[in-house]
């Protein structure tokens, strides 16, 4: 499996306020690239805290990338992918409508009462790890779904444990022309962070697009 990581962030390397609030970092033309990297993708994963703090939909907004997805025989959206533990993910998240299936990984903490719900609404349930979702597991579990290439808009935290498990093969981020700040605010990579043994990345292409920079790189 090809997983690909996807982020705006802000000079200082911030994904939003301290107070979890959005915030506009990029403009239309990146929204775009970030849709045809959508229509790229077999799946699409965030983390719970994604979901509860923004309820994204995920799905491909262009019409044409959609029609095109269907002539090749795909989804004309990607699968929605959520890592979440204790299967907190809302019974009426905008993810679980049918424009697309959609996947939780959940950890056997995971309350039974939640899961029968979530499975009532339509989610597919992949149990991997006992307190946390087992990662390179659960992606097993996808990839013999048939996604192949997969797409993660984070946050922090789940970027974090993509790079700690050794799951990245590609990282993309479009760097904002701003400055967030804030100790609280949540960064690209969060979680634990490392000490030793840090995550080395090549540099394949820097582009100009709106009033910022995407870097785009592959893991060594």
């Known amino acids: 499996m090809e997983v690909v990581v996807n982020a705006a962030t802000s000079v200082d390397g911030k994904l939003s306020t301290h107070e979890r609030r959005q915030v506009r970092i990029s403009g239309d033309a990146d929204f775009d690239r970030v849709d045809r990297l959508r229509a790229s993708a077999d799946a699409v994963l965030v983390g719970v805290g994604t979901v509860l703090t923004d309820d994204p939909h995920l799905g491909v ?3 044409d990338r959609r029609v095109e997805r269907l002539r090749n025989g795909r989804p004309a959206s990607p699968a929605r992918v959520v890592a979440d533990s204790r299967a907190r993910t809302p019974s009426d998240a905008t993810l679980l409508n049918d424009d697309a299936e959609t996947y939780l990984l959940v950890s056997a903490a995971a309350p039974e ?3 029968a719900t979530l499975r009532d609404v339509g989610a ?3 149990e991997a790890g006992e307190e946390r979702v087992d990662l390179p597991a659960a992606l097993d579990a996808l990839e013999a779904e048939g996604v192949e290439r997969l797409l993660a808009e984070g946050g922090g935290e789940l970027i974090y444990s993509l790079f700690s498990s050794g ?5 993309s981020v479009f760097v904002g022309s701003l400055v967030v700040g804030g100790r609280d605010a949540p960064t690209l990579a969060d979680g634990e962070g490392f000490v ?3 995550p080395t990345l090549d540099l394949r292409s820097v582009e100009r697009l709106d009033d910022g920079v995407v870097l785009t790189y592959r893991t060594e």
């Open 61 to 63: 907004k262009s019409e």
């Open 113 to 115: 009462d939640r899961l």
């Open 124 to 126: 597919t349930v992949i």
């Open 167 to 171: 799951l990245v093969d590609e990282l």
């Open 196 to 198: 030793a043994d840090f």
